[in-house]
């Protein structure tokens, strides 16, 4: 394959910089697409310029001076027949200084602004110029570039690719005409050197066709990719576990509650999935509080009934001793043995959960991240199911599915709802299944917006709240800086309440207490020894004590749109009414405004999540150690929604029918050497 390497006329520097931009071929380079554009076809009379407007003009310098107040500046007048404005420069050479004189003839390209002598514009473009210097022909683009690469360097490299034998149509004209999206070819040109008469605007927010149709192309590789992953997944062996009769009909009999139609719906899913021969990869997503973990137990009994294993894993010890409770439970009654691994266990109680697992002797094995090391084996794995999956990286969820084989079944549970356009773009090739109903009973939490001011009405609250014998947390902010600090806070927050509120039980926990304390002040939580449970965001992840309804969370602000909704769903789990307090401090900023706002009307995770996602975007809202998948560049879920349904609807029908045409897309597309493991 032709390398950037091989094209004439790139310097070694150039090179090393392109790599640096993660473009080393033809093909990749021509998928870097301008930010914006700038139009150098026109030139503006000075009398003419708009605030707010960029506009290139060209004039005589009349008048240069550097300046010291308010602080050092370049300050060059010019003027044209039409007037006079000035141009300020805050960073300059001397160099500069020189080529801006006196009587210069200069042509400036910038944005309009209000300065101290009117309209002004700061840092334009400049060069020397003379009466018969021509105007550029066409829009110029602005790439997005690193240090020692210039706007000039890299549009010189995109030129010298720019030619029809690295711009062949992977896709056959029936995929994208009937959308009415140009050829590929037309497209790039189109972007890269835009006519004149172009629509800057139109341009700028992407809203041409030309943007579409890479947009779809790119939305069309990501499907296509998760969908041959899905198929090859579809192909691979894993155990046929056949549906249980026995165990899961004694749960639900021991069961104090009946299964909620939505999570009927989503244990048939499952237990079909179980019984293919293939393995299953799917994503269980329920708001707080839906019943997550007895549909896992449910699952887990199919395995076990058919005499495999199953492995539990959470994020943190809290939630998995809470498991291992709950599961323990349920399941011993029916015979079932089940082994537990933490990083705090002593030695020797470690070596028997690790051999309980490897001989088999234990059916279910429930942990954190201990259990996809090294030396924990199991017999017969046949059902991995991780818990709070977006805690885990992708190389830890595929540890733990190695420990079997033929692979396991895998069952993954999220509270944090995936956004639709999330769900079917870069989780395009897991089953979801859905569970959108709460138990019965529940009654809706109240959600209060308190300034901070009013700190002590609060407090007062809370105090007779827990005399009524209700259990309240107080969650102590987030102190992104310094964890230290964070502690810090919620220690003396922590002993203010016992001096205020003698009269109260008090408890205090946060992550650096060693495991087995911080198990005793839950459990303590639990069985209602405690009124009020001071906290930092350790008890954000599953934490379930139905009788603790008061929630008060500090410095709500500060905390992000998921973070709020599940430390929010902490509450609300009993048949109590509920109410959660945030508490904020002025001033807001616009982004913290707008999620207080959020999470003050909405309580369903998915609406909540989809404003999340509209206020950061997906890279934020991913993280990087969400997937393999590279991030789109191009497409945006929500302006190219429409798109991204065409590209699924279409990608299954293209593998079978058009497998060449398939690999030259992807090759295209994912030429950077993306490697597409993901889940
Ligand atoms: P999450 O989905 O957040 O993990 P949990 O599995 O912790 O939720 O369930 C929350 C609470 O609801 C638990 O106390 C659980 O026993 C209870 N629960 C689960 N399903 C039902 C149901 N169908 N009816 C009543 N209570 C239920
Ligand atoms: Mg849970």
Same mark, same amino acid.
């Given at each position: 394959?032709? &390398?950037?390497?091989?094209?004439?006329?790139?310097?070694?520097?150039?090179?090393?910089?392109?790599?640096?931009?993660?473009?080393? &071929? $033809?093909?990749?380079?021509?998928?870097?697409?301008?930010?914006?554009?700038?139009?150098?076809?026109?030139?503006?009379?000075?009398?003419?310029?708009?605030?707010?407007?960029? @506009?290139?003009?060209?004039?005589?310098?009349?008048?240069?001076?550097? &300046?010291?107040?308010?602080?050092?500046?370049?300050?060059?007048?010019?003027?044209?027949?039409?007037?006079?404005?000035?141009?300020?420069?805050?960073?300059?050479?001397?160099?500069?200084?020189?080529?801006?004189?006196?009587?210069?003839?200069?042509?400036?390209?910038?944005?309009?602004?209000?300065?101290?002598?009117?309209?002004?514009?700061?840092?334009?473009?400049?060069?020397?110029?003379?009466?018969?210097?021509?105007?550029?022909?066409?829009?110029?683009?602005?790439?997005?570039?690193?240090?020692?690469?210039?706007?000039?360097?890299?549009?010189?490299?995109? @030129?010298?690719?720019?030619?029809?034998?690295?711009?062949?149509?992977?896709?056959?004209?029936?995929? =994208?005409?009937?959308?009415?999206? $140009?050829? /590929?070819?037309?497209?790039?040109?189109?972007?890269?050197?835009?006519?004149?008469?172009?629509?800057?605007?139109?341009?700028?927010?992407?809203?041409?066709?030309?943007?579409?149709?890479?947009? /779809?192309?790119?939305?069309?590789?990501?499907?296509?990719?998760?969908?041959?992953?899905?198929?090859?997944?579809? +192909?691979?062996?894993?155990?046929?576990?056949?549906?249980?009769?026995?165990?899961?009909?004694?749960?639900?009999?021991?069961?104090?509650?009946?299964? &909620?139609?939505?999570?009927?719906?989503?244990?048939?899913?499952?237990?079909?999935?179980?019984?293919?021969?293939?393995?299953?990869?799917?994503?269980?997503?329920?708001?707080?509080?839906?019943?997550?973990?007895?549909?896992?137990?449910?699952?887990?009994?199919?395995?076990?009934? #058919?005499?495999?294993?199953?492995?539990?894993?959470?994020?943190?010890?809290?939630?998995?001793?809470?498991? =291992?409770?709950?599961?323990?439970?349920?399941?011993?009654?029916?015979?079932?043995?089940?082994?537990?691994?933490?990083?705090?266990?002593?030695? #020797?109680?470690?070596?028997?959960?690790?051999? +309980?697992?490897?001989?088999?002797?234990?059916?279910?094995?429930?942990?954190?991240?201990?259990?996809?090391?090294?030396?924990?084996?199991?017999?017969?794995?046949?059902? +991995?199911?991780?818990?709070?999956?977006?805690? /885990?990286?992708?190389?830890?969820?595929?540890?733990?599915?190695?420990?079997?084989?033929?692979?396991?079944?895998?069952?993954?549970?999220?509270?944090?709802?995936?956004?639709?356009?999330?769900?079917?773009?870069? =989780? @395009?090739?897991?089953?979801?299944?859905?569970?959108?109903?709460?138990?019965?009973?529940?009654?809706?939490?109240?959600?209060?917006?308190?300034?901070?001011?009013?700190?002590?009405?609060?407090?007062?609250?809370?105090?007779?709240?827990?005399?009524?014998?209700?259990?309240?947390?107080?969650?102590?902010?987030?102190?992104?800086?310094?964890?230290?600090?964070?502690?810090?806070?919620?220690?003396?927050?922590?002993?203010?309440?016992?001096?205020?509120?003698?009269?109260?039980?008090? #408890?205090?926990?946060?992550?650096?207490?060693?495991?087995?304390?911080?198990?005793?002040?839950?459990?303590?939580?639990?069985?209602?020894?405690?009124?009020?449970?001071?906290?930092?965001?350790?008890?954000?992840?599953?934490?379930?004590?139905?009788?603790?309804?008061?929630?008060?969370?500090?410095?709500?602000?500060?905390?992000?749109?998921?973070?709020?909704?599940?430390?929010?769903?902490?509450?609300?789990?009993? #048949?109590?009414?509920?109410?959660?307090?945030?508490?904020?401090?002025?001033?807001?900023?616009?982004?913290?405004?707008?999620?207080?706002?959020?999470?003050?009307?909405?309580?369903?995770?998915?609406?909540?999540?989809?404003?999340?996602?509209?206020?950061?975007?997906?890279?934020?809202?991913? %993280?990087?150690?969400?997937?393999?998948?590279?991030?789109?560049?191009?497409?945006?879920?929500?302006?190219?929604?429409?798109?991204?349904?065409?590209?699924?609807?279409?990608? %299954?029908?293209?593998?079978?029918?058009?497998?060449?045409?398939?690999?030259?897309?992807?090759?295209?597309?994912?030429?950077?050497? @993306?490697?597409?493991?993901?889940?």
């Amino acid at each position: 394959m032709t &390398t950037l390497a091989d094209i004439k006329g790139l310097t070694k520097p150039q090179l090393a910089s392109l790599k640096k931009l993660g473009l080393t &071929t $033809p093909q990749n380079l021509l998928l870097h697409l301008p930010l914006r554009y700038v139009d150098e076809t026109r030139i503006t009379s000075i009398r003419d310029l708009r605030l707010g407007e960029s @506009a290139q003009i060209e004039g005589e310098v009349v008048h240069a001076e550097v &300046t010291y107040k308010p602080r050092k500046a370049l300050i060059v007048r010019l003027q044209d027949a039409s007037g006079e404005v000035n141009l300020r420069f805050l960073h300059f050479y001397p160099s500069q200084v020189a080529s801006l004189s006196v009587g210069k003839q200069i042509r400036a390209y910038g944005e309009v602004r209000h300065g101290f002598f009117g309209y002004e514009m700061v840092h334009p473009q400049c060069k020397a110029v003379r009466d018969d210097t021509p105007v550029n022909e066409q829009l110029t683009p602005v790439y997005p570039t690193t240090a020692g690469l210039t706007q000039f360097n890299i549009r010189g490299a995109i @030129a010298r690719v720019l030619k029809p034998e690295f711009l062949g149509e992977t896709l056959p004209e029936s995929v =994208y005409r009937p959308f009415r999206l $140009p050829g /590929f070819e037309h497209s790039i040109v189109t972007l890269h050197s835009p006519p004149p008469d172009a629509d800057l605007t139109a341009l700028e927010n992407r809203a041409i066709p030309e943007w579409r149709r890479l947009a /779809f192309d790119e939305l069309l590789a990501q499907q296509l990719s998760m969908r041959k992953h899905y198929v090859k997944r579809r +192909a691979s062996d894993a155990p046929m576990l056949k549906p249980s009769v026995r165990l899961v009909n004694q749960l639900l009999e021991t069961l104090p509650f009946k299964l &909620t139609a939505a999570q009927q719906k989503v244990v048939a899913e499952i237990a079909d999935d179980l019984t293919q021969p293939h393995p299953m990869q799917r994503l269980l997503q329920g708001d707080v509080g839906s019943g997550k973990t007895i549909v896992a137990a449910i699952a887990a009994l199919q395995a076990i009934e #058919a005499g495999w294993q199953v492995a539990l894993m959470a994020p943190t010890e809290i939630l998995a001793e809470q498991h =291992y409770k709950k599961l323990s439970h349920w399941l011993e009654p029916l015979g079932v043995r089940i082994a537990w691994l933490t990083g705090s266990q002593n030695k #020797a109680a470690r070596q028997a959960n690790l051999d +309980a697992a490897s001989s088999g002797a234990a059916q279910m094995v429930v942990g954190t991240h201990v259990l996809f090391q090294e030396n924990v084996s199991f017999a017969r794995l046949g059902l +991995a199911i991780i818990d709070e999956q977006h805690r /885990f990286g992708v190389q830890q969820r595929l540890a733990l599915r190695q420990k079997g084989q033929p692979e396991p079944h895998q069952l993954m549970m999220s509270a944090t709802p995936i956004p639709r356009t999330l769900s079917m773009s870069y =989780y @395009a090739d897991l089953d979801v299944s859905v569970i959108d109903e709460l138990p019965p009973g529940r009654t809706p939490i109240i959600t209060k917006l308190v300034a901070d001011e009013r700190r002590d009405e609060v407090l007062a609250r809370v105090h007779e709240a827990c005399l009524q014998g209700r259990q309240a947390y107080w969650v102590c902010p987030l102190i992104e800086e310094s964890e230290a600090l964070q502690l810090q806070t919620a220690q003396d927050t922590y002993a203010h309440m016992q001096t205020t509120f003698p009269d109260l039980k008090i #408890a205090l926990v946060h992550g650096r207490l060693k495991p087995a304390e911080k198990q005793a002040v839950m459990d303590a939580f639990a069985r209602n020894k405690i009124h009020l449970l001071v906290a930092t965001t350790v008890i954000e992840v599953g934490v379930d004590v139905p009788n603790a309804s008061l929630m008060v969370i500090e410095h709500a602000e500060r905390f992000g749109l998921s973070q709020l909704h599940q430390l929010r769903g902490r509450v609300g789990r009993g #048949a109590n009414k509920s109410t959660c307090i945030l508490l904020y401090q002025m001033p807001l900023s616009e982004t913290a405004r707008a999620r207080l706002k959020v999470i003050f009307e909405n309580t369903d995770g998915f609406v909540i999540a989809q404003e999340d996602l509209k206020l950061r975007g997906p890279g934020e809202y991913l %993280g990087t150690r969400q997937s393999g998948v590279p991030m789109l560049k191009i497409a945006d879920l929500e302006r190219d929604a429409d798109l991204l349904q065409v590209a699924k609807d279409m990608a %299954g029908s293209l593998l079978e029918t058009a497998p060449q045409a398939v690999e030259a897309h992807l090759q295209r597309w994912l030429s950077q050497g @993306a490697e597409l493991v993901k889940v």
